[in-house]
């Protein structure tokens, strides 16, 4: 049967491309649970126009889809632009794939029509096809699922390892924050913050904020929470390395950190922590 | 160039991203650092909203154009509960949770026009957008 197949399959590339290429774009604009608002109509239009004319030819030239040899490269190309597009515009994965897939079901149609196959037997060699897809693309899905579980635990420990609480001088931490202060990392400093403290008897603090990109609302809550843990345990607390554009953001937004102590650098924040300890810091006398 | 960008916003770390596309945006088209903070800001709290309150959504980022003024577009939508009362939600120190209340009264001081639109049949969507002074 392979010849008379490909007779079919050479008939619909010369002659019911233009057809084909108009039943695939609008059976994907029409699908259920295509999220339209992602993509524009004439972005999808223009990928698939691009997608069956590469496929004609390189079908053409070599019919084992070899990704990696010179026969196939243009559509290697294409297929990393599309699924780095979707990416960042939101699809799954399965949407991603099911861009290439979708094509099976005109294109089976197709070959249906123009061929003395038993309509039947495809129809059924189609619907298997579609079961084996959809298994597959789900274990793809949670093969990603998996990967990012991964990578979101890294950060976790990665976390954990950069808010490190460190003892400055006698009785002064420095608490340097670097990157986001949500809620989870905002509970991890504060415990190695109050353990520190009670462990050094310290009694002063000085969280660095330089570090933070921005202060939100809820930045701005952390902070707060983390001066008067660290206030009920008798400690008093600076908080140090907030930009002009920060304080100024701050403003606008309506927040304030309260009564606390703020100082535009670390360096001004220690040398108020020893004015403070009633110490002062002179060059040697030679 | 891609002037447009989608962001999903369904977790916390999300809003990292929201973050970073705007800067990425801001920066592009000319935004010094104070703009850039003050809309990342503005940028984060819509963010949280729709995480917290908006249950999830998603925002669109897009760089506009006005005569000669340029600017970013930031579009905010979720399909959550919605506002009923749009003048208490934007009261300052109001808050439905536990929040300090100033997220959406202060996106709105952050910039430039900001407006907020009921979304059928649930949902808001939060149009917010800062230009460029030259
Ligand atoms: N996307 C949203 N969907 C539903 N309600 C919202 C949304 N955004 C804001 N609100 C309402 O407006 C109130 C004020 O918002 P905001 O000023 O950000 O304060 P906060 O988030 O701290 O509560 C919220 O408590 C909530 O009731
Ligand atoms: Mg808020």
């Known amino acids: 049967m392979p010849e008379p197949l490909d007779q079919v399959l050479h008939l619909i590339f010369d002659e019911y491309q233009e057809q084909l290429l108009e039943k695939w774009v609008e059976s994907q604009l029409h699908s259920d649970g295509f999220r339209s608002y992602l993509v524009q109509e004439d972005e999808l239009r223009e990928q698939c126009s691009s997608f069956v004319t590469l496929f004609v030819n390189c079908f053409s030239k070599k019919n084992h889809p070899d990704m990696t040899s010179d026969a196939w490269a243009p559509m290697a190309a294409l297929l990393t632009d599309i699924a780095k597009r979707r990416t960042n515009q939101g699809f799954t994965p399965s949407e991603t794939a099911t861009f290439v897939f979708s094509l099976k079901r005109p294109l089976f149609h197709l070959i249906k029509e123009q061929s003395q196959a038993d309509a039947k037997v495809t129809e059924r060699l189609w619907e298997i096809s579609l079961v084996l897809d959809t298994l597959g693309l789900f274990t793809t899905e949670v093969y990603l699922a998996t990967r990012e579980e991964v990578i979101t635990r890294q950060r976790e420990e990665m976390f954990e390892l950069s808010c490190p609480v460190v003892q400055l001088w006698d009785g002064v931490l420095g608490l340097p924050i670097i990157g986001t202060l949500d809620s989870k990392r905002t509970q991890l400093v504060m415990e190695s913050l109050l353990e520190t403290l009670s462990s050094t008897q310290s009694e002063i603090t000085i969280i660095d904020i330089t570090g933070v990109p921005v202060v939100d609302t809820l930045t701005a809550q952390h902070l707060i929470r983390t001066v008067s843990a660290a206030q009920l345990m008798g400690a008093r607390c600076i908080i140090s390395g907030i930009r002009p554009q920060i304080a100024q953001t701050m403003v606008h ?3 304030s950190l309260g009564d606390v102590v703020t100082k535009s650098t670390m360096a001004a924040a220690i040398k108020y922590a020893f004015e403070f300890q ?4 002179n060059p040697i006398n030679k | 160039m891609l002037n447009s960008e989608y962001v999903p916003i369904k977790m916390e ?3 990292l991203l929201v973050r970073k596309c705007v800067r990425q945006l801001a920066s592009s088209v000319g935004f010094g650092v104070l ?3 003050r809309l990342m800001t503005a940028a984060v709290e819509l963010g949280r909203n729709t995480l917290i309150h908006g249950k999830g959504g998603h925002m669109r980022a897009v760089i506009v154009v006005k005569d000669k003024a340029k600017g970013i577009r930031l579009d905010f939508e979720d399909a959550g509960p919605g ?15 536990d929040g300090m209340g100033l997220g959406l009264s202060g996106a709105k001081r952050l910039v430039n026009e900001f407006t907020v639109i009921p979304v059928t049949p649930r949902g808001v969507r939060i149009i917010a957008i800062s230009w460029l002074d030259e």
């Open chain 2, 13 to 15: 770390e999300d809003l």
């Open chain 2, 35 to 37: 703009d850039m903070t």
């Open chain 1, 253 to 255: 937004l309506g927040v």
């Open chain 1, 278 to 281: 009633g110490l002062e810091v």
């Open chain 2, 83 to 97: 506002i009923p009362d749009l003048d208490l939600a934007l009261t300052d120190g109001y808050t439905s949770k």
